[in-house]
């Protein structure tokens, strides 16, 4: 899961939705990439990282339970803003 709160981190979320960082994901057996992109609206929000390839993104702006879905997350990418920092503490 990527999450970057309410902040445009437009270089952040484009570099984790690029081809290389989703093949990296998928040979890795990666099959599903949370992103939590606030305000900023990237190019690749849905659907998957490729034809026939893994992971599904599920991309959003903001949810009610994001703190239920850091949880459920395998790991973590966030640039861990000061209103993170209670929520990342697992």
Known sequence: MLTV???Q???LVDAALSEPVLRALRD???SRFVVQHG???PAAS??????????TLD??????????????ADLVI???GA??????LV
Do not use: I
Request: glycine share 16%; charged share 20%.
């Open 5 to 7: 709160g309410s902040t």
């Open 9 to 11: 981190h437009a270089a």
């Open 83 to 88: 209103s993170m920092g209670e929520a990342l």
């Open 59 to 72: 991309c959003f702006a903001y949810v009610a339970d994001l703190d239920a879905r850091l949880r459920r």
């Open 28 to 30: 890795r057996g990666v």
């Open 78 to 80: 966030s640039h861990a």
């Open 46 to 55: 849905s659907g998957s990282g490729g034809e026939g390839t893994a992971p």
């Open 39 to 41: 305000s900023y609206r």
